[in-house]
């Protein structure tokens, strides 16, 4: 039995800045478990830019902005256990591992997990065909030309447009791809504004909003796809279907936490994040163990990977030290038009809190207020909200002190 202060589940950006902020915040017995022969995880396959602006300051590529983080793991001699899968984690906080050197365990006084999330699978979403070489995951796909020097295809429809969709969708044009369309089954897109711009509207690229794929067709090979509009219920409109020959077809049709360590653990969960139900330290309703970065919920942007796993590493710290933080717990809840709030619980005494939450659908102008029963707690405004961009709303720790019902974030058009 290996015996540790802290472990960290997950050597990506989320698992690199927990191990940093609890080594800075005085535990210095730290150590990262990583099933992959380098750190960085998902960043090392993300080689186009627009990391790092909130957090560095900076314009970086994925696998700069994870030289950052890998080089302060470095400087503070943070052991890393490479080429190591977790494959359990015990209430009691005993990790269970497959290495080269055979099954390994490890104690520990904190878990941190940050296993990061996968892609949605073709097997999840019932399209009618057969099984032709050149269906991909967006992902899978990214990985194969970044990472392997391997094009995948020349004539190119993408499903969903996710963030990895679009960035994707010009990726394959930059190497002389033709991309036919990319269609998204909601009436909107769930990428960042910025991508939409960058990615299809600067490239000429059609975003077909409401339509999906019906059909694939071809044997051995990808010959073409069969698109379509969709009703109210997202069932293909017969009358709006269309012929589109292509010999790829890359899916972007979600992204799934990694939570199967979290759930054999026994820790609640959230059915709206998939994600672990947390307080404002991202500590689990199991002690001892957190949960951060995209395996807690699925970030747009890297940089607030970063930050709330700056949460998690301190927290987890202060665990260690005796110094946690203490105080009555009270709920949160989404109000109308927000789909989920995180953390969903918070403390009455302590530091300022800040609450991340999505909404429901696209709106204009809007203004979110937090608020306990009578009491207003925040109020934000914002030119627009929409499902893709991730929003954050600070609640000062005075208007907590005297909280008795659960907060609700809610928001309405101006």
Known sequence: ????????????????????????????????????????????????????????????????????????????????????????????????????????????????????????????????????????????????????????????????????????????????????????????????????????EDFGIPLYLSTTVAQIHGDKRLEGVTIAQVDQRRQPIEETKRYIPCDTLLLSVGLIPENELTRACGIPMDPITNGALVDDTCQTAVPGIFACGNVLQVHDLVDYVSDEAERAGIGAADLVLGANAQGELVATKPGNGVRYVIPQNVRKAGQDVSLFLRVTQPFGKVKFTVTSGDQVLAVAKRLKAAPGEMEKITVKAEQLANVTEPIVVALEEL
Do not use: W
């Not at 927990?18 to 017995?29: E, L, S």
């Not at 791809?177 to 960058?198: D, F, H, W």
């Open 1 to 200: 039995m290996n015996e540790h202060a802290i472990i960290v589940v997950g050597g990506g950006p989320a698992g690199m800045a927990a191990a940093i902020a609890a080594y800075d915040r005085g535990v210095t017995d730290v150590v990262i478990l990583d099933r992959e022969p380098h750190l960085g995880g998902i960043l090392m396959q993300c080689i186009h830019n627009g990391f790092g602006l909130h957090k560095l300051g900076q314009e970086l590529t994925g696998p700069e902005y994870a030289a950052v983080y890998e080089r302060k793991v470095a400087e503070r001699g943070i052991k890393v256990y490479y080429e190591t899968t977790v494959t359990h984690v015990s209430p009691d906080r005993v990790v269970t591992a497959q290495s080269r050197q055979g099954i390994l365990k490890f104690k520990a006084q904190a878990v941190i997990l940050a296993m990061g999330c996968r892609e949605r699978s073709r097997g999840a979403l019932n399209i009618c065909g057969s099984r032709p070489a050149g269906v991909y995951s967006a992902g899978t796909a990214q990985k194969l030309m970044n990472c392997e020097g391997y094009m995948v295809g020349k004539k190119v429809v993408i499903l969903g447009s996710g963030d990895i969709g679009l960035i994707m969708a010009r990726r394959m044009s930059l190497e002389g791809a033709k991309v036919e369309a990319v269609c998204e089954l909601m009436p909107y897109s769930g990428g960042l504004t910025r991508n939409i711009v960058q990615c299809l």
